[in-house]
């Protein structure tokens, strides 16, 4: 489940390219609602599923902070701020997650959770920084809105279980994140006069495979995942990105980049490793059942009462809430 989760970001690292080689220029808002609408409604249509009850408004708030809300503020980053700059302060993200799991979810914040966030940022900051000091105030907030939009929408994803399918569910949100974006792209951008075959390969490409494959797989692994897990992965975006312009664009990498990306890696195996857990004792633990051993003639000391055991809650709790 993790490794098909971890896809979803990996897509989501082609959206630059795409971007910058196959869609007309300017037109940030109505790339993210053509990514979005067509392929929620495509879902919609596939499961013959539609919200009941409180999910009307839950879907238009999932969608909104996701999907709709996520993309404004991140194209608004993106058009103001060096990439590098905006792809540092989403390296936020996993933090946020993890403070807002504590708070809305009841789970604990752990040591290695804190370390491995911190790495995260430190990774993605020596990948794509470039040591610019020209720092815009409104895209700095924009892009610290984004990913304090998406980690919310991910905390809220969780707490509210859906009782339809993971896909009809993604189907929603990308609708109502798509119909919140739709007049944004047309009141302030506009449509363009024409649309070239790269143009609507390009569109085509971000709705089925950055949309309907990537948030299928990625709302797919938050519902089976803790949530902190799943937006670790976030930080293979970055990555990705860095190595596709490598390889496609011919841009070069330092060794500063690689050793951020190694440290990006690094943060990501610490982040989903979990406690060893204390071997069972007793006749389990040997493999041999009581029965087994009294039908070969071992003789079995008898039986003695012990006091019940009082339950140690602390464990108890420490099993419930994954870090």
């Known amino acids: 489940m993790l490794l098909a989760t971890s896809v979803a970001p990996a897509v989501w690292a082609t959206t630059y390219l795409v971007t910058s080689e196959l869609l007309p220029p300017d037109r940030p808002f109505l790339a993210g609602a053509i990514r979005a609408l067509p392929a929620g409604l495509l879902l919609v249509a596939v499961t013959r599923q539609l919200p009941h009850g409180a999910w009307w408004w839950r879907s238009l708030v999932l969608g909104s902070l996701n999907i709709g809300g996520f993309f404004a503020l991140l194209f608004v980053a993106a058009y103001r701020l060096p990439g590098g700059v905006a792809s540092a302060v989403g390296a936020l993200q996993p933090l946020i997650v993890a ?27 020596l990948l794509v920084l470039r040591g610019e000091t020209d ?19 991910v905390i809220l994803a969780k707490r509210w279980v859906s009782p339809a399918s993971s896909l009809a569910t993604t189907g929603w949100q990308l609708t109502a994140g798509g119909l919140v974006l ?35 797989l990625w709302f797919r692994g938050l519902r089976a995942l803790p949530p902190t897990d799943v937006t670790f992965l976030g930080l293979l975006n970055p990555v990705v990105a860095t190595v596709l ?4 664009l011919d841009q070069r990498l330092t060794a500063l980049q690689l050793l951020g990306g190694g440290v990006v890696l690094a943060s990501l195996v610490l982040a989903q490793l979990r406690p060893r857990k204390a071997a069972p004792e007793g006749p389990e633990a040997s493999g041999r059942p009581e029965g087994l051993r009294a039908a070969q003639g071992v003789a079995q000391p008898p039986e003695v009462a012990e006091p019940p055991e009082e339950p140690d809650l602390t464990r108890r ?7």
């Open 182 to 216: 739709l007049p944004l792209a047309l009141v302030v951008e506009g449509l363009p006069s024409h649309l070239t075959s790269e143009n609507v390969a390009g569109y085509a490409y971000l709705a089925l495979v950055g949309s309907v494959l990537g948030y299928a």
């Open 99 to 125: 403070l807002l799991a504590v708070v809305v979810l009841g789970q604990r914040l752990t040591a290695r959770t804190l370390v491995a966030a911190v790495l995260g940022v430190v990774g993605v900051s």
């Open 317 to 323: 709790r420490d099993r419930a809430s994954p870090s």
């Open 135 to 153: 720092l815009d105030a409104v895209g700095v907030v924009a892009a610290a809105g984004a990913a304090v939009s998406m980690s919310v929408g």
């Open 245 to 248: 312009g490598w390889a496609v």
